[in-house]
């Protein structure tokens, strides 16, 4: 019965291959931090993880992890509502709560359950979603799931977005949902003016803020707090497998009856185990951590404005802004890939990510800059771009 099925797939994984669009997957023989070894070669320069602040191995957090191991065990094997949660777990969403300036937080494995399993939750037939056109998957996901109306303005586009709350008038909810930043481009999501539009037309504001909630915005607390609406967003979605730490789970955070149907109602949370206590405890103490010192985002933010400033120097091709995903951007495929090998050749580890991840003809070596860093780490990946340019 498979054999058709079979022959099928590998012909389409040919197709891949031959179009330069083949994912490899490379395997890192030491922790997450801004040198690691891949495979069995010798250690390069990480300028791929989303590994912001740099704390995916940092010692307080490993501590935290172990202490946890210690007195809470390794695993729930449990969902939250049978006998899945344990004071971390409460501690964590009441941390988050303060953190986000919210009313309410709840736990998920991951930020993709958390979208997954908020709009099927609160909004039926008669509501509509309005979503920016570049959406996490997550969020077009988690919006397919749901009866409501759909809705998509172009990305960014606020007369746009403004024409789609007109023709979405009838409706008894209207719920906008964007990303903050939009992690291929590192864009900002114009959150004043899309705060603006909400309450004009009386809608909702969804964000999924993971590629900013730890670093973004005057002291970290996100793309809400970087333009003055944490007042005015209803719900926050987010990671804590990017700045947070690097390891695993999510949340979604805003007000507390949005909250509270969620734990009775939203699905991934309901038949989900809970998360690991280990990672509960190193969470907690990120948000220590990030709560008594600005170094780390001074120190990422520093590292962010000197590679874009030297690769702008050099003649490469940069998507404009601030933000410490910095797209080099390549056009071909295949030249991506290539120059990615090449870079790794110099030293220095990236990727080049192409269609479906971005659209056709807008390859680019997507860098991402770490507070691990240091600003000879910095330099070094710019010299190793620029040898690498040469041999294309």
């Given at each position: ?128 979603v309005i979503s920016d056109e570049l959406n996490h998957a997550s969020i077009i996901d988690g919006v397919r799931l749901c009866k409501a109306r759909r809705y998509r303005y172009k990305n960014r586009d606020m007369d746009d977005l403004e024409r ?41 504001v969804m964000v999924d803020d993971s590629h900013a909630v730890g670093f973004t915005g005057p002291t970290g607390r996100g793309t ?169």
């Amino acid at each position: 019965m498979y054999g058709d099925m079979k022959n099928d797939l590998r012909a389409g994984l040919e197709e891949i291959r031959a179009a330069g669009l083949y994912k490899a997957e490379r395997v890192i023989g030491t922790p997450q931090n801004a040198a690691v070894r891949v495979g069995s070669g010798d250690e390069v320069l990480n300028f791929c993880a989303n590994n912001y602040l740099g704390l995916a191995d940092h010692p307080r957090l490993i501590e935290a992890a172990k202490s946890a191991l210690d007195r809470w065990g390794f695993g729930m094997a449990s969902v939250r509502f049978i006998c899945g949660t344990q004071e971390p777990h409460k501690e964590l969403e009441a941390k988050l709560s303060e953190f986000l300036g919210t009313e309410d937080t709840i736990l998920y494995s991951s930020c993709f359950d958390a979208n997954g399993g908020l709009f099927e939750t609160l909004l039926g037939a008669e509501d509509a979603v309005i979503s920016d056109e570049l959406n996490h998957a997550s969020i077009i996901d988690g919006v397919r799931l749901c009866k409501a109306r759909r809705y998509r303005y172009k990305n960014r586009d606020m007369d746009d977005l403004e024409r789609q709350l007109k023709d979405a008038a009838d409706a008894r909810y209207r719920l906008i949902a964007t990303d903050g930043v939009f992690s291929m481009d590192g864009y900002l999501a114009p959150l004043d003016e899309i705060c603006a539009l909400a309450e004009r037309y009386d809608a909702l504001v969804m964000v999924d803020d993971s590629h900013a909630v730890g670093f973004t915005g005057p002291t970290g607390r996100g793309t809400p707090e970087l333009f003055g609406v944490q007042d005015k967003v209803d719900i926050v979605t987010g990671t804590l497998g990017k700045a947070l730490g690097g390891a695993s789970g999510g949340y979604t955070s805003g007000r507390a009856e949005i909250v509270e149907m969620l734990r009775q109602r939203s699905r991934p949370y309901l038949f989900s185990n809970s998360l690991a206590p280990s990672i509960t405890a190193a969470a907690i103490a990120t948000l220590d951590l990030l709560s008594s010192s600005g170094e780390l985002l001074d120190r990422l933010r520093e590292n962010t404005a000197l590679f874009r400033s030297r690769m702008t120097e050099e003649g490469f091709d940069l998507l404009p802004g601030e933000h410490p995903i910095i797209p080099v951007m390549i056009g071909d495929a295949a030249e991506a890939s290539k120059m990615a090998d090449l870079l790794l050749e110099q030293g220095i580890y990236v990727i080049g990510f192409s269609y479906p991840v971005v659209p056709h003809g807008k390859a680019r070596i997507r860098t991402q800059m770490s507070a691990a860093h240091s600003l000879d780490d910095v330099n070094r990946a710019v010299d190793a771009f620029v040898a690498a340019r040469t041999k294309m």
